[in-house]
């Protein structure tokens, strides 16, 4: 029963092979280099239209994209492996706010400072519409360390696939010397999990 996963190093398909990795479940890494955008490739748009990473192929061939419901799919196809408290369970709702809150908010700070290019017809205000996508990801995470107490995790002691998700994803926008400066408790976070064996590996491939 293997995956197959598309990304690249350090990108959104980080998670996913953590999450995997949690699991003990085999999978065949296909590398997607974001340099140079490969990720829009005419082959690879067979795979995902949207053109981006990750994608990661069940095994029975179903496609599925976009990293928080490939996250949540893990989950449910490997109940054994507790990534997250079972439906109706109150510990369940504070992982999922907080994996919600970083893909619909996040995330998209994220294209902006990456692509932002992307997002106005007038290439002069390509630097005004990055420093902005750094400053509202930036207040994103300042919001999530004025709130969270993890002990050493988001639940506690209790580790849930929320914790993979924040953590390395902390580490993008600059986070790798930002996050310890400004957000201490995000930091003991991300490196709570950078130590867990399963993940310790692949987290020191991509970071």
């Known amino acids: 029963m293997t995956y ?29 280099p974001l340099e140079g955008d490969h990720q829009l490739a005419e082959d690879y748009r067979r795979i995902n239209p949207m053109g981006r990473v990750p994608t990661l192929i069940l095994p029975d061939g179903t496609v599925v994209t976009e990293s928080l419901v490939i996250l949540l799919t893990l989950v449910d196809r490997h109940p054994e492996a507790g990534l997250l408290p079972a439906p109706g369970e109150t510990g369940r709702a504070v992982a ?43 207040e994103i995470w300042r919001l ?15 580790f849930s696939v929320a914790d ?14 930002w996050i310890p400066a400004n957000c201490p408790k995000v930091e003991a976070l991300a490196q709570a999990v950078a130590a867990r064996p399963a993940i310790a590996p692949v987290w020191a491939r991509h970071i």
């Open 4 to 32: 197959i996963l598309y990304g690249d190093k350090g990108s959104g398909s980080a998670p996913v092979e953590m999450a995997l990795a949690e699991i003990g479940a085999p999978v065949e890494l296909r590398s997607v």
């Open 96 to 138: 999922l706010r907080w994996m919600a809150l970083i893909a619909g908010e996040f995330y998209p700070c994220v294209t902006r400072g990456d692509y932002p290019e992307r997002f106005s017809a007038d290439p002069s205000h390509a630097p005004a519409i990055r420093a902005r996508a750094f400053e509202m990801g930036r």
């Open 144 to 158: 999530v360390e004025a709130q969270v107490a993890p002990a050493p995790f988001l639940l506690g002691r209790r």
């Open 164 to 177: 993979i998700y924040l953590a390395f994803v902390s580490r993008w926008m600059g986070g790798r010397q």
